[in-house]
């Protein structure tokens, strides 16, 4: 079974400096998808950003990119130049081949401070 | 578009009483889930289904029932609730191609006493 681990509980970062969140997950799968999503206290799940297993490239979206190392099962995420709306839940998630779940991990919380 | 909803955003039950989370979305996905959210334990997959008539057990399927009569509807049911269901409720869809990205309503507050 996939499992996904986030080790960082709670992480803590100024504005305008970088961080970098941490995601560990065990698969026997080639072919999967990892995801970031972002749960701000309104609850809501926001899709930050996507990363095919297949591709080497990491992913980036403006101010978010990840550091995906397949051998290693690792998918960091890391956020640049931070901003007070980063504050959230941060999970990391890997979605199975079918495409029938995705897995999570237990979450980060992320405070950015002024 | 409303995306995917949830109906209701929040409700209280008493030991026993049975209740019904509907779920919506107008983007013609073929995939449906409900996850349940406690703190500390990240999002749990409850049921899940892959097309209008089929449902399938996800993680924590113990207690609860679903159904996907309409493509665009998933229901959860509770029959006879617990306090170890309160929790959020999260339903998602999402297409059957390409990167599969879900699409996540805005959650429903349960407690149960």
């Known amino acids: 079974a996939q499992t996904v681990t986030q080790s960082q509980p709670e992480m803590s970062v100024q504005e305008a400096e970088t961080v970098t969140l941490s995601c560990t997950y065990d698969t026997s799968e080639s072919d999967y998808y990892l995801f970031w999503y972002k749960q701000p206290p309104s609850r809501q799940m926001i899709l930050v950003i996507r990363q095919e297993a297949y591709k080497q490239q990491n992913a980036t979206e403006n101010r978010f990119s990840v550091n995906f190392q397949k051998a290693a099962k690792s998918f960091s995420l890391k956020i640049s130049d931070s901003q007070l709306g980063d504050a959230a839940m941060y999970f990391c998630?890997?979605?199975?081949?079918?495409?029938?779940?995705?897995?999570f991990g237990k979450g980060t919380t992320l405070s950015v401070s002024s | 578009n409303a995306g995917v909803t949830q109906t209701p955003k929040f409700r209280v039950l008493k030991t026993g009483q049975s209740m019904t989370l509907l779920c919506a979305q107008d983007?013609?996905?073929?995939?449906m889930y409900w996850y349940r959210q406690d703190p500390g334990m990240g999002l749990r997959l409850i049921h899940y289904?892959?097309?209008?008539?089929?449902?399938a057990k996800g993680e924590v399927p113990d207690g609860y029932n679903v159904s996907r009569l309409k493509k665009q509807n998933f229901l959860l049911g509770l029959e006879s609730a617990a306090p170890s269901q309160t929790s959020v409720y999260f339903c998602?869809?999402?297409?059957?191609?390409?990167?599969?990205?879900?699409?996540f309503g805005p959650g429903t507050r349960l407690t149960v006493l």
């Open positions: 998602a869809s999402s297409p059957r191609t390409g990167w599969h990205e879900q699409f």
């Open positions: 289904s892959v097309g209008e008539g089929t449902t």
């Open positions: 998630a890997y979605r199975n081949q079918a495409g029938t779940a995705l897995i």
């Open positions: 983007m013609n996905h073929e995939y």
